[in-house]
């Protein structure tokens, strides 16, 4: 059974950082691309970053380039995301996935909350 449980939300001052991780259980986690989403109340998730199964090509949506770093250590199966210069708009939940065989798993989601 496939689990994937993310940790290290909270609250934070625009401007610091955060730290998520999503520790994966269930599956070949090496063996697969994984992604983190995030999600405003009544809207659909949306990507956030990606990362090949080496950790050695990533991707991010425009509005995280350059202040959030996606990486993994396959040997522990745990996936991050280093938030940096955190903006009230990165407030959101969210997820850790990863698909296989069209199938996509999903975290129970993670509340970052960026506020003064």
């Known amino acids: 059974q496939v689990q994937l449980v993310e940790s290290g939300g909270g609250l934070v001052q625009p401007g610091g950082s955060l730290r998520l991780s999503c520790a994966a259980s269930?599956?070949?986690?090496?063996?697969?691309?994984m992604r983190w989403y995030r999600q405003y109340p009544g809207k659909e998730r949306e990507l956030v970053a990606a990362?090949?199964?080496?950790?050695?090509?990533?991707y991010y949506a425009d509005s995280m380039k350059g202040r959030f770093t996606i990486s993994r250590d396959n040997a522990n199966s745990t996936l991050y995301l280093q938030m940096n210069s955190l903006k009230p708009e990165d407030t959101a939940v969210y997820y850790c996935?990863?698909?296989?065989?069209?199938?996509?798993?999903w975290g129970k989601g993670n509340l970052v909350t960026v506020s003064s």
């Open positions: 990362i090949d199964t080496t950790g050695r090509n990533t």
């Open positions: 269930g599956f070949t986690f090496s063996s697969f691309f």
């Open positions: 996935h990863v698909m296989r065989d069209s199938i996509n798993d």
